[in-house]
């Protein structure tokens, strides 16, 4: 394989240098979820010689439990107007889709602050452009990537997605969606009931109509997790397992990474551990405008895996209950909720309860009842967009975490996004959005 060697590297030095417990790579990344992996395939493939460190990318990782749907479809910024109110309103409601526990934590009274302020009609204009490009740009590399040896178990299918309604409220919300996806560019089609069905068959929700979203797609989340893990290592990227202890500081640079009693030398650091971002540029100086948003998924295993007959191929979301449903290889995913109440990843069953009982409905409650749920934390950002960017406190680390929802979406050109800024090349798009300081 020929690479292209870009201005940060040294070719001379071998792919790994040891001295005594120190490991020399020209990049160390943090996190080991499918936005770490991009930047360590798109970092690799310019030549650099990488390093990852990750503590449990199929355990605790959003990225594996995720409801696997690759969304151009989602262009409008979390923070929209109505978004606190909302919140508010479902406070007391503890089956609702969105929890915000009240808390008077520094940081976490920070972010809804921010949070709030773009809670606008004028960030919405701002932000869908900016999604609507770079989620299209991601599409575009995450085909281009499935396409290569090793990635058929990534299951990647352009099935697009329908977005339903029953009641007038999620119509009418589905119907603004449209005219905001239509304005923008995106190929949809409004449907009645029955062409949905004729769409979707094995529909067991009770539907009015939905919005087809032609350019979405679905993914299995474990599935390109493990391709892109195989794939780096066939690149010669190390991944290293185990929690970072320290980071080692000379002036305003990082210069290793301890984990265990190994050191990982780099000239530049990548963070890309999720919620837990905040935790590692705290101490570099930075506190991070971040927070985790938990999700919850039930997957029901198909009929061949000792569970039902799914005969779903398309992603569906229900906008009434904000619950999404997503066929995937070997199974089918049903997923919702969004909680901001910090780093708890305990289940709620009272949160649980509408995913299952919806799972109950599709699969049979046989199937359903014994089943564990799976809760994950998601980087929320106060604006809904991500970080990909240089941490302004530092000279060579830089931030890519922060995509709410997208992380799977939104990965591969945030891989992009990091590798031109650190390369000196000319950006794939414009990186200004994603900028870390943008608070400030």
């Keep these: 394989m020929t690479r292209t060697h870009t201005g940060f590297l040294s070719s001379e030095r071998p792919r790994r240098v040891e001295t005594g417990m120190s490991d020399r790579y020209d990049i160390t990344i943090i996190g080991g979820g499918i936005v770490g992996l991009s930047c360590a395939k798109t970092l690799a493939d310019a030549g650099a010689r990488v390093a990852v460190v990750d503590r449990g990318r199929y355990t605790e990782s959003a990225s594996t439990g995720n409801a696997g749907m690759i969304v151009p479809s989602h262009i409008v910024p979390l923070s929209a107007p109505g978004v606190i109110a909302k919140g508010m309103k479902w406070l007391m409601n503890p089956e609702s889709p969105l929890y915000i526990k009240p808390s008077t934590d520094p940081a976490f009274v920070k972010w809804l602050w921010a949070f709030q302020k773009h809670c606008t009609q004028a960030h919405v204009d701002h932000g869908v452009p900016v999604l609507r490009d770079s989620i299209l740009a991601s599409l575009s590399l995450l085909d281009t990537w499935c396409a290569l040896p090793g990635f058929e178990g990534a299951g990647l299918a352009h099935t697009g997605l329908l977005m339903l309604h029953h009641g007038e409220k999620a119509r009418q ?78 002036g305003s640079s990082v210069v290793g990474v301890q984990v265990g009693d190994r050191i990982l030398e780099s000239d530049q650091l990548v963070i890309a551990a999720g919620s837990w971002t905040p935790q590692l540029t705290k101490g570099l100086g930075t506190k991070l405008l971040l927070q985790p948003a938990k999700g919850y998924s039930v997957t029901i295993p198909s009929a061949e895996h000792g569970g039902v007959d799914t005969r779903m191929h398309m992603p569906c979301l229900v906008t009434d209950e904000k619950i999404s449903i997503t066929p995937m290889p070997g199974g089918i995913r049903f997923s919702g909720t969004l909680g901001l109440q910090g780093y708890d990843l305990s289940v709620d069953e009272r949160r649980a309860a509408p995913i299952r009982r919806h799972a109950a409905r599709y699969c049979g409650a046989e199937h359903v009842a014994p089943l564990a749920t799976w809760a994950g934390l998601r980087p929320a950002s106060p604006d809904g967009l991500p970080y990909a960017g240089r941490l302004p406190s530092m000279d060579n680390v830089w931030v890519a975490s922060g995509h709410g929802m997208l992380g799977v979406t939104m990965g591969p050109i945030t891989g992009r996004l990091i590798a031109d800024q650190i390369g000196g090349n000319e950006p794939t798009i414009d990186p200004s959005p994603f900028r870390v300081d943008r608070f400030d």
């Design 173 to 250: 919300e589905n119907l603004e969606l449209a005219d905001v996806a239509e304005a923008a560019g995106l190929d949809i089609e409004r449907l009645d009931r029955d062409a949905t069905l004729e769409k979707e068959p094995a529909l067991k929700t009770d539907i009015s109509g939905s919005v087809y979203f032609r350019q979405d797609a679905r993914v299995d989340p474990e599935g390109l997790l493990r391709a892109m893990e195989a794939h780096v290592n066939e690149l010669g990227v190390s991944i290293v397992e185990g929690a970072v202890s320290k980071l080692q500081k000379k």
